[in-house]
């Protein structure tokens, strides 16, 4: 870890007595961990200080974490440190009134493309902000304090960012650091019970979705819903996003992409995930970014996602002839 960065976001906290923290829209099991994991962590270790969570879209399927502060009026921004975490970008930011702050820090573990903070601290072999954030604890523990509520909002984070310590970020250190969090009497059958049992209706979805799904001459899996299928199954734009994960196990699909419909016409949602193969750069043509092999991006027609899955399997095609050792 950067213990000399880790060093100054301390000290600059300790320079204020009013912290708002923010993260990205569309937010994640990360982002809303991460955010609810240092406010907790910084009122537990500095009680005369105002550190609240000022974000504008929510998620439904992460309420059971608990609610954040109400939005308030932009004075309120102008004295205060200003702390973001797991946005790569500026534009993603949920409260663009961050910028109203006194000093900006930017903690994050995507690629590091846009340095908006005054203080910027990425970590991009991380696989999870809440890691990062869990580092930061540890290494300043005599300085700061943690709970078991704090624990929870953070392993929540490692827990969902990692596919469930599956993916190649996963680290000896991040187990460890998972272990310092399981320590503090995280209630896990709680936890994994919130996260991972779903309504009924979705897995009537899950069975449309295993139906549905296309396959592209070299092999990248992919499926568009659309909004007259999310309506016939009664789900939310966030749990019809999921449908991702449902295309991640296939033999030969080494790339797999959802497009979801958004509630704005001509605005659709692509998420790109992948394994052995890097699909961020596919991301970042189609207005996106994100990590090696879990991106997202937005297209705007069917001719966009048309050549936006050319270039997926073009992509796997090149791959597959180069490598071997995958599945
Ligand atoms: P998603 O499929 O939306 O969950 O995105 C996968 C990963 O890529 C997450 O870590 C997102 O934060 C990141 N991501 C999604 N969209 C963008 C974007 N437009 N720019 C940068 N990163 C993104």
Known sequence: MNITIARKVLD???????????????????AVGS???????????????????????????????????????????????????????????????FSLCNKIIKIDHHI????????????DERCSSCELITAFYNAMSDELKIDKEAATYLYTG????????????????????????????????????????????EFKFQGYVLNNIKITANG???????????????L??????????YMDSIKNSLI???????????????????RFVTVNSIAEKYEGGGHACASGATVHNKEQMNALLDEADKLLGEYKKANIGWL
């Not at 600059?12 to 990360?30: L, Q």
């Open 158 to 201: 490692l827990v969902t960012d990692s596919g469930r310590f599956r993916f190649r970020e996963v680290s000896g250190e991040t187990m460890r650091l998972a272990g310092l969090l399981l320590d503090q009497g995280i209630d896990t059958d709680i936890l994994y019970a919130n996260l991972y049992m779903k309504d009924f209706e």
């Open 236 to 245: 939310t734009l966030e749990q019809a996003s999921a449908c991702v994960s």
């Open 12 to 30: 600059t906290i300790k320079e204020y007595n009013r912290i708002i923290i923010f993260r990205h829209f569309r937010p994640d099991g990360d």
């Open 112 to 123: 590091d493309v846009e340095a908006y903070g005054d203080i910027n601290w990425v970590e």
């Open 256 to 274: 797999w992409i959802a497009f979801i419909d958004t509630d704005k016409e001509d605005e659709i949602r692509v998420r790109l995930r992948s």
């Open 220 to 234: 990248v899996a992919y499926i568009h819903i659309d909004k007259s299928t999310m309506e016939n199954f009664g």
């Open 35 to 97: 955010t609810k994991g240092l406010q907790r962590i910084l009122q537990l270790s500095f009680p005369e200080k105002e550190i609240v969570l000022q974000n504008c879209d929510f998620s439904d399927y992460l309420s059971f974490l608990g609610g954040e502060e109400p939005l308030y009026s932009e004075d309120f921004y102008k004295d205060a440190l200003g702390i973001v975490i797991d946005t790569a970008t500026a534009k993603r930011v949920s409260n663009q009134n």
